[in-house]
């Protein structure tokens, strides 16, 4: 959905909450129409609890699409940023190498799709289509029940362990470093502190001249034409 090119970034901010809002709904309503009323022991049956709780998976995208197809489309793709979208001015002073990279850029977006639409597929199965093609057993052997819920269950370690670890990982040189500097000037050793702000520094200073050099050579390739 994020790499729509109507995708709209206000519809991105307000289907979350109006599909909080549903669900929540949908959980009350789901009470009253089982139950005939709302209390704590109806809200907390199994099938009051599903209907909030698949209205709450599946109405942010449903929202999401509709307002951006019908309200705010956006037509802003990728082929739009590359050819129409330029700078004030070429300062990529901020951008490292690979950041720079089109290639490089490129092979993560793919990377970042395909792995989104796979685990888009697996929770589809999980949450939908494996339950739905369950309903003929009507009832369930001890076993199977077991297998759903253990399985229901690494999934769940294994989506919070992913998402915990992984930006960790990938931020893991900042997060040293920052830990290092207030370590050191907690504990007066600002030789250390100093080496640290020194390293920033550096390559700071190297990516502003790898970028200017860039700009440079863009430039004399423009007036040499």
């Not at 929540?24 to 599903?50: H, R, T």
Request: glycine fraction near 8%; aromatic fraction near 12%.
């Amino acid at each position: 959905m994020m790499t729509w090119k109507d995708a709209s970034g206000i519809g991105a901010i307000i289907s979350p909450w109006a599909g909080f809002a549903l669900a929540v709904i949908g959980w009350l309503v789901g009470a009253v129409v089982q139950s005939g009323s709302i209390s704590l022991a109806n809200l907390g049956a199994n099938e009051v609890m599903l209907s909030g709780s698949f209205i709450a998976i599946f109405s942010y995208g449903i929202n999401h699409f509709l307002y951006s197809k019908f309200v705010d489309p956006q037509n802003l793709g990728f082929a739009i940023h590359d050819s129409n979208i330029h700078f004030v001015t070429q300062d990529l002073s901020g951008l490292g190498a690979e950041q720079r990279d089109k290639e490089m850029v490129d092979k993560t977006r793919r990377w970042i799709t395909t792995r989104g639409y796979f685990l888009t597929f697996d929770l589809v199965v999980l949450v939908v289509l494996w339950p739905v093609a369950s309903t003929a057993a009507k009832t369930f052997i001890e076993s199977y029940f077991v297998f759903r819920v253990l399985l229901s269950v690494i999934w769940a370690f294994g989506a919070a362990i992913i998402i915990t670890v992984l930006p960790l990982w990938e931020s893991q040189d900042e997060i040293v470093r920052v830990i290092v500097g207030n370590f050191s000037f907690c504990t007066g050793n600002l030789a250390a502190f100093n080496y640290a702000d020194e390293k920033t520094l550096a390559k700071a200073v190297k990516e502003q001249a790898e970028s200017g050099m860039q700009i440079r050579s863009s430039l004399h390739e423009q007036f040499r034409d």
